[in-house]
């Protein structure tokens, strides 16, 4: 069975997101202020076969933690739904 993950890969909250940090403040520069603690991730989408929903999703699990994310400085989760 094929399978699509749809993944995000954010910065752990404890840490300091820079990215987010310059987006919340440009909120306020253009009337946005009511907008704030803005994080910037990534989206991942990929699809993968799997005899079943829970074997794809080992798959998509073990690929997140060898590949997709830094666990130093990232959590990440996925959805999965059959293709």
Same mark, same amino acid.
């Given at each position: 069975?094929?399978?699509?993950?749809?993944?995000?890969?954010?910065?752990?909250?404890?840490?300091?997101?820079?990215?987010?940090?310059?987006?919340?403040?440009?909120?306020?520069?253009?009337?946005?202020?009511? %907008?704030?603690?803005?994080?910037?991730?990534?989206?991942?989408?990929?699809?993968? /076969?799997?005899? $079943?929903?829970?074997?794809?999703? &080992?798959? %998509?699990?073990?690929?997140?933690?060898?590949?997709?994310?830094?666990?130093?400085? /990232?959590?990440? $989760?996925?959805?999965?739904?059959? &293709?």
């Amino acid at each position: 069975m094929k399978f699509i993950a749809e993944i995000d890969v954010m910065p752990l909250k404890a840490l300091l997101d820079p990215q987010g940090k310059a987006v919340t403040s440009s909120m306020g520069n253009i009337g946005l202020s009511q %907008i704030t603690n803005v994080r910037i991730g990534k989206h991942i989408t990929l699809e993968v /076969e799997g005899s $079943t929903k829970e074997e794809a999703s &080992a798959l %998509i699990d073990r690929a997140c933690k060898e590949l997709l994310h830094n666990p130093i400085m /990232e959590s990440y $989760t996925f959805h999965l739904v059959e &293709a």
